[in-house]
Each structure stands twice: as C-alpha cells, then as structure tokens.
C-alpha cells in the first residue's frame, strides 16, 4: 500500500481515538477516557518512531521544502514525546493529566493538518507510486516490529466488519473509504 495512505490511516485511527476520548472525557468517564489515552499514546508511539525511521529518512533529501518540513516534524514529534512521558507519570483523571492529554491533542492534530495538507503532497508529487509502494511496505514492516497489527491479517476481512469496527472507532471518513484503506486504518485489537 502506498506509504502516504498508510500514514493518513494512522492519523486517522488516532483522530477517531481522540473523539472517543474526548468523548469519555466529557462524560467524566476517568476510567474509559484513561484506557483510550493509553491506546492514542500507543499508536502515537509506533506512529512516530516508524514515521521517522522509515518515511522521513527516505523523503528528507528530495526537496528543500521536504527536508523543511521534516524537520519541523521530528521537532513536533519531540513535543509529542515530551509530553507523553510526562503523561506516563501523572494520575489519570488528575488536573495535570488532563490539560497535557489536552495539549497532547492539539499538538498532534496540527501536526496532521500540515503533514497531510503540505508534506503529503510535496511527497506525492516528487516520487511515484511504485516507490510509494514499495516505502509503505518498509513502513508497515516496520510498525509490525513495534507492535502493530499486520495490514495483511485486515485485509482478510470482509468489508461489513471494517466498515463497523470503523464506526465503532469513529474513523473519520470511513463512509468513503474502499477495502484496503479501511483495513488499514481500523484497529481490529481495539473494543
């Protein structure tokens, strides 16, 4: 699968994560709200470490505007990092917990709008498919060395089971997304 896809699949795993959070949150629901924090910091975590070892090793030289961009990544990954590890060490529900769970969110959600609004397109437009191909492999290789489901093992499944593990997951933009990208997006490990 294309490695571009394969990331907007992450990200927008992680979006439908932070609306149930969110959604937990407003319901005063500590307990749910603390256990899908857990799972956003997860995804982030193979996220970002396959992101940057793979996709962005691979993409930094084609163009000065790229490389700008990747480094402004790795610096918005840090953060994300920072604040995960202070995350870690807080009581869930707490004060402290949930202005960082917060700003977590935030961080993370600005960081997708310009991956994906400025990043993305430079890549599409300075490589083509097969290459694109060929990267999402190594990416997804590499997301199953850090604990992620196999894409070969949802693919196996029919679209009707995607297509509700996808809306139970509030996967945004599911009603528009075909087999292959719904696999690879939905969680199948999550309730």
Do not use: C
């Not at 470490?49 to 402004?72: G, P, T």
């Not at 949930?98 to 969110?105: D, E, P």
């Not at 609004?117 to 437009?125: A, D, N, T």
């Amino acid at each position: 699968m294309d490695v571009v896809d394969l990331l907007i699949a992450d990200h927008n795993r992680v979006r439908g994560l932070f609306s149930r959070y969110g959604d937990a949150h407003d319901a005063d629901k500590t307990k749910e709200a603390s256990v899908l924090a857990s799972l956003i910091i997860e995804e982030l975590t193979v996220h970002m470490s396959a992101e940057e070892s793979v996709f962005y090793r691979s993409v930094k030289s084609r163009s000065d505007e790229i490389d700008e961009d990747v480094n402004e990544g790795r610096e918005e990954h840090h953060v994300a990092k920072v604040l995960i590890k202070e995350i870690e060490g807080l009581k869930p529900g707490s004060d402290s917990w949930v202005a960082k769970m917060t700003v977590l969110i935030e961080s993370v959600e600005h960081h997708i709008k310009e991956e994906e609004e400025e990043l993305f397109p430079s890549v599409r437009s300075s490589t083509d498919a097969a290459w694109r191909r060929e990267l999402g492999n190594k990416l997804e290789l590499d997301k199953v060395r850090l604990g992620a489901t196999p894409l070969a093992e949802k693919l196996e499944l029919p679209v009707s089971d995607l297509s509700e593990k996808a809306r139970e997951q509030k996967i945004p933009g599911r009603s528009t997304m075909d087999h292959d990208k719904l696999a690879a997006t939905v969680d199948t490990r999550q309730p």
